[in-house]
């Protein structure tokens, strides 16, 4: 946790911690209620044939479910920093079938390389310092990275998305969200914690250097008459950071 200030980590233990047995029905509507995105991430895995799949930011196990069910065979392992989470997802039996461990992914315990496959399902816009995460994921995994989270430039009304795009390209955009938070530069809210300012095109740098092929996937309907689709037009990406076999 050497990325985030300790007052931000107590605030998020405390709130997961608090609506840990309520967090699924609250986080319905984020990326693994994405029936269409969960049949693109089945549909990569079993393309892959992924042999060993990890889950950063497992909470109750949602979305290890989804990846159980794609590769069945596989080994499949979830890590969440927050214990009450863990015992949610043990008590729905998650534990059963996969793997849970309690810990970080600014600092997964593994060595490199040893997962095909490593995903997130809406946990990078809860760190401070999301691509520190992204980087331990792309050190661990083998054959393809999968970030599924939400996109600042598809929120609000199309001059507010130009606006933030052209902040962003022009360096402005920190020093706008510092000014935005009052110095805190975080949120919270009481339907998802303490949260950043992110995009999944954030980390679409590093992704793209480490793979041969990234696939942008909208979340929800993804109708859009825009060029600049999904990046000015969804609010949520998928990400499929891939390496040709």
């Known amino acids: 946790m050497s990325t985030m200030r300790k007052e931000e980590v107590e605030i998020q233990r405390r709130y997961y911690t608090k609506t840990a047995e309520t967090y699924e029905s609250m986080h319905t509507h984020e990326s693994c209620g994405d029936e269409l995105a969960n049949k693109y991430v089945q549909a990569i895995l079993q393309m892959l044939e992924a042999s060993s799949v990890l889950d950063v930011g497992t909470a109750t196990g949602r979305g290890l479910r989804v990846l159980q069910t794609a590769v069945p065979k596989a080994f499949v392992c979830g890590i969440e920093p927050v214990a009450a989470l863990l015992e949610i997802a043990r008590q729905n039996g998650v534990g059963e079938s996969s793997s849970l461990i309690r810990g970080s992914g600014l600092g997964l315990p593994f060595a490199d390389r040893s997962f095909d496959v490593v995903c997130e399902f809406g946990v990078l816009h809860h760190v401070r310092e999301p691509n520190a995460m992204v980087r331990e994921m792309l050190r661990v995994a083998k054959k393809a990275v999968l970030i599924f989270d939400s996109n600042r430039f598809g929120q609000g009304r199309l001059p507010v998305r130009l606006a933030k795009l052209a902040m962003y390209k022009t360096g402005v955009w920190p020093i706008f969200?510092?000014?935005?938070?009052?110095?805190k530069?975080?949120?919270?809210?009481?339907?998802?914690?303490?949260s950043y300012s992110y995009s999944v095109y954030d980390s679409y740098h590093l992704l793209a250097s480490w793979a041969d092929r990234v696939i942008l996937i909208p979340h929800g309907s993804g109708k859009s008459t825009t060029w600049l689709h999904p990046l000015l037009s969804s609010e949520g990406v998928l990400a499929c950071a891939i390496k040709n076999p």
Do not use: C, Q
């Not at 969200?177 to 110095?183: H, I, M, Q, Y």
């Not at 530069?185 to 303490?194: A, F």
């Open 177 to 183: 969200e510092w000014l935005r938070t009052r110095g």
């Open 185 to 194: 530069g975080y949120r919270v809210t009481e339907g998802d914690g303490l």
